[in-house]
């Protein structure tokens, strides 16, 4: 027994099934990649991101690969493991899932298990993208409008807030007032708005030209910025 667990044993590694395993790599690494651009929803670019899971993928298959046919070059790679530190953060859970998932697939194809990890992360890429979908068709878009314009033109602090309530509510699901300023001649109002979709945003805008000539428009979408 002692003789079957040898450490200097190793089996000899098919370069046939090591190449049908990278080619099947890099087309689920080119699948994860379309995939993360259609449905991330990340701030980073995700068209450089994307480029780092072909090298991941392949990476991953190439060490398995090898060291699955010797124990001794298991647990050299456990220690060489232990020493290495990765300097770069991932600040968005959503990057890390898609690493993972990289990583994932390097391994099943790296142990040969090659139909389950196809059909593995086709299951998962599919329920993946229609939720997404399905997330983004119930879900309205939340923003904060500013607006600011000089004291005059904007009607006052009477009449300002009832005005401009009365055209976001128009084009907006909800509307709720967040910061209302006055100083130097000019008012600064601050909403957070609920939309149905992108084209209401536009309409709105028009909307508040036409009202106020002079007013300044701002929309700030914070719903998907990464905290501090």
Request: with cysteine; charged share 20%.
């Amino acid at each position: 027994m002692l003789q079957e667990l040898s450490l200097n044993s190793a089996a000899p590694l098919s370069l046939a099934s090591l190449s049908i395993n990278l080619g099947i790599g890099i087309a689920l690494s080119l699948v994860l990649g379309w995939h993360f651009s259609r449905f991330g929803s990340t701030l980073s670019n995700r068209d450089e991101f994307r480029q780092v899971f072909p090298f991941v993928l392949l990476t991953t298959i190439l060490v398995i690969s090898v060291v699955k046919s010797s124990l001794a070059l298991s647990l050299g790679l456990v220690g060489a493991l232990s020493i290495v530190r990765f300097r770069t953060p991932i600040k968005e859970p959503e990057e890390l899932a898609y690493l993972f998932l990289t990583i994932a697939m390097g391994l099943g194809l790296g142990a040969d298990q090659t139909v389950p990890t196809v059909v593995a992360a086709g299951i998962i890429l599919t329920a993946v993208g229609l939720l997404r979908l399905t997330q983004w068709r119930r879900e309205t878009k939340s923003l904060y409008l500013s607006i600011d314009g000089p004291f005059s033109e904007m009607g006052g602090s009477d009449g300002c807030l009832e005005r401009l309530k009365s055209v976001i509510g128009e084009h907006a699901v909800k509307c709720d007032l967040r910061r209302y300023d006055e100083r130097d001649g000019t008012i600064e109002a601050t909403y957070f708005v609920d939309v149905e979709n992108v084209s209401d945003l536009s309409q709105l805008s028009s909307s508040l030209r036409t009202s106020f000539p002079a007013v300044g428009i701002t929309f700030l979408d914070q719903s998907k910025l990464p905290s501090v």
